[in-house]
């Protein structure tokens, strides 16, 4: 009767554990923990109100000071000796969770609360070599998790052990009547002398809202439905948090003529009808052996042993009616929808054509065949020939609209760093931006060519498809000097530019993905060979563009080495990626962003430098002789108008901005539309002469995401 111990500790009343102690204020209403599956009342938990998340918040945010400045080594001491806790009070931790969950009490012992000790030992090992090995990065500050009813303790796990070995703090928003989360703060907070590091409050997750719009909150991780995502990133637009999204629970399971069914049959019993997987179910089978497998699996089932979760001789732990009415908020129902397909070609199709991208499991025998469609899967995680096994060294993640946050490996460190020097996350939201019309007052613009007299040189149009073309509105903008004369004209890009630009780039992704990284490469050195032949050309056009010569040679310069420079990881490309470049170092800027995206396979849809797009353009003279058509398009026009075009496109899969305040707000609230991840600038200015802001780490971590593949050896 351990649990029923604890929680006489806390007279069976619930609070919120907040800088090392219980915090139960007064007023607050209460709601009931139970048990699932008698209906026997537990205890009585607090639910938080906004008061009570701004003191664990300050809570944090006080901590952070003294935690951030130790040395890694000190905090690897600190979550050892955690995890020694976790070992000591594993009972308690297993048994609590099982009675208030009903989950299945085998499945939590030997997964989640082990799981939760070798993550604890594995970021100790991080914190220690942190110094080194993270050379130039910092902790962001305080950072927020908001976790739904549906999910374990295990999910707070992944996303707080990375969080405070890099030395930040933690606050976490739990549905109430969750007391495990609680427990866990209460034995770290126990750990003296560091409390605050880690505060979990009980209260409802419409409060993370108030959490993200705290003074020096730097990240909020949320994990919930796309739905709940979807609505969050759109209030949190212009409110200073980083947001992180883990959405959706769903998996797919690809079985082909070729699996060993017997192993398919337990992997998919095991993936949606035990306690492990609280997601959907997608399962494909192949025609041929569909009949089969349905034979077996309704066999299978039939001997499935459900009941109470503490009883150790269960297979699936009986949820309750209640755990089912909370479950169906968050899962899609019904759990498993299975389907056939003939080929691994129309296997793949049907796959990816969902705007979700979690994880899967392909069940073959033959290796080339299970590599194949593993590769083709545009998931985060892939198994082959298992399901569901997990290692606090493996990335794991989404993409598409399950979420851009990872945890697991390096990948989770990185989630809560920043590069040194990096100024806090404040508030830009901007009161007066009107989302329905921003980038529609469009100045008006003229026919295509001067209004009057000779063009001093022939009108720039867009570059899409791999070569130059009017715009669709037939009409240009003038681009003049310092001096206030005019320079040249350019094309004024509109919604239909956006969408041919979109498409060629569409076209030219398969091509460019499957080319190798050496390939990719040296097409990006032929380019900057090009580049270099045009330096006095280039350092001219941006001189007269008021800049003086020796600066424009160095920026030309500049520009040269960044397209040599880009070292790659083997990672995925994100797709389509819209850019829209700052107006200041019209070039280099242009070059700095260009090199990492093309380089780690993406295609691209870019908007150059406002002011002055011209040395933009001059680059894209060259890449049209030397790169693939469609791979590089470039949009000149009003930048708003052009920006709403991309921000609001739902099959551009990524975006990155640097302008004003209020389009870096528009972008992060229209990006909700396909939950695109986005890197905006916020209104500052970046450095791009210097190492860290224009060629560092953070660009080549943007530009692509971790795909973890399993291939699990031997018996």
């Known amino acids: ?53 701004m003191t664990a918040s300050v809570a944090a945010q006080t901590a952070f000071y003294n935690w951030s400045r130790l040395p890694g080594a000190f ?19 297993w048994t609590l969770e099982s009675l208030v969950t009903g989950r299945a009490v085998q499945e939590v012992r030997d997964r989640d609360v082990s799981l939760a000790q070798q993550l604890l030992q594995y970021y100790a090992v991080q914190a220690h070599t942190q110094e080194e090995a993270l050379a130039g990065w910092e902790p962001m500050g305080v950072i927020g998790l908001i976790l739904p009813p549906t999910f374990s303790f295990l999910e707070m796990m992944w996303r707080i052990c990375p969080a405070l070995a890099v030395g930040c ?43 993200a719009c705290l003074p020096g909150v730097q990240k909020v991780a949320f994990c919930g439905t796309v739905k709940e995502g979807r609505d969050l990133r759109r209030s949190l637009a212009g409110k200073g948090a980083e947001l992180g999204l883990a959405l959706g629970t769903e998996s797919l399971l690809l079985l082909t003529e070729a699996a060993d069914m017997d192993s398919a049959v337990e992997g998919i019993v095991d993936a949606a009808w035990s306690d492990r997987s609280p997601g959907g179910i997608r399962l494909l089978i192949q025609e041929s052996v ?62 990816n054509g969902t705007p979700r991208g979690g994880s899967a499991s392909v069940w073959s025998e033959r290796l080339g065949q299970a590599l194949e469609l593993a590769y083709g899967l545009q998931m985060g995680t892939v198994w082959i020939n298992a399901h569901g096994l997990r290692d606090p060294a493996v990335p794991t993640g989404g993409c598409k609209e399950s979420g851009s946050s990872w ?31 921003f980038g529609l007052n469009i100045p008006p613009t003229i026919p295509a060519g001067p209004e009057k007299g000779l063009s001093p040189a022939p009108p720039y149009g867009i570059f899409v498809g791999g070569c130059f073309q009017a715009p669709g509105a037939r009409s240009s903008r003038p681009i003049r000097d310092s001096q206030g004369n005019v320079h040249g004209y350019v094309a004024d890009g509109g919604p239909k530019d956006i969408r041919g630009a979109v498409e060629a780039a569409h076209q030219a992704a398969p091509g460019w993905v499957s080319r190798s990284p050496g390939a990719r490469a040296a097409l990006l050195w032929a380019l900057a060979a090009a580049l270099e032949r045009r330096e006095s050309t280039m350092a001219s056009r941006l001189e007269r563009h008021g800049m003086l010569l020796k600066a424009a040679k160095a920026e030309v310069e500049l520009s040269v ?13 994100l797709g389509v990626l819209a850019i829209v470049c700052p107006d200041e170092w019209p070039l280099l800027a242009f070059v700095s962003l260009l090199a990492p995206a093309l380089a780690y ?61 209020q389009g870096s707000q528009f972008v992060e609230w ?43 050896m031997g018996d």
């Open 601 to 661: 396979g993406n295609s691209v849809v870019l908007v150059p430098s406002g002011a002055y797009p011209i040395p933009a353009l001059e680059v894209c003279q060259e890449m049209a002789t030397l790169l693939p058509a469609g791979l590089v398009n470039v949009v000149t026009g009003d930048r708003d108008h052009l920006t709403r075009c991309l921000a609001l496109h739902q099959d551009i899969q990524a975006m990155w901005y640097f302008g004003s305040v």
């Open 75 to 93: 905090r690897a001491q600190y979550l050892t000796r955690l995890a020694k806790v976790i070992q000591k009070h594993q009972r308690l931790l």
């Open 290 to 351: 569909w009949d089969e497998t349905m034979r077996r699996l309704q066999a299978r089932m039939e001997r499935l042993r459900g009941g109470r979760g503490l009883d150790g001789a269960v297979d699936m732990g009986a949820r309750g009616t209640a755990a089912h009415d909370v479950a169906r908020l968050y899962v899609p129902w019904p759990l498993v929808v299975a389907s056939p397909f003939r080929t691994t070609k129309e296997a793949l199709t049907m796959a």
């Open 169 to 211: 703090t933690v606050v976490v928003l739990v549905s109430p009547a969750s007391p495990t989360p609680l427990l866990l703060a209460q034995l770290a907070g126990e750990l003296a002398p560091f409390p605050g590091i880690l505060n979990v409050v009980s209260c409802p997750a419409s409060l993370g809202h108030v959490l």
């Open 1 to 53: 009767r351990l649990p029923q111990a604890w929680l006489d500790t806390q007279d069976r009343q619930l609070g919120h554990y907040v800088n090392g102690k219980w915090l139960k204020p007064e007023h607050r209403s209460s709601v009931v923990c139970q048990d699932p599956i008698t209906g026997e009342k537990l205890a009585t938990c607090l639910q938080g109100q906004a008061e009570d998340v």
């Open 561 to 573: 080495a960044e397209l040599r420079g880009p070292v790659l990881r083997l990672r995925e490309p």
């Open 407 to 437: 945890h697991g490996g390096p990948d989770g460190l990185y989630e809560y760093l920043r590069p040194s020097g990096t100024p806090d996350r404040v508030t830009y939201f901007s009161e007066s931006l009107i989302y329905d019309t």
């Open 670 to 712: 229209a990006s909700a539309g396909n939950l695109k991840p986005v890197w905006v600038s916020r209104g500052c200015p970046r450095a791009w002469d210097q190492e860290a802001e224009g060629a560092g780490p953070e660009l080549g971590l943007r530009a692509a995401w971790t795909k973890a593949l399993w291939l699990p």
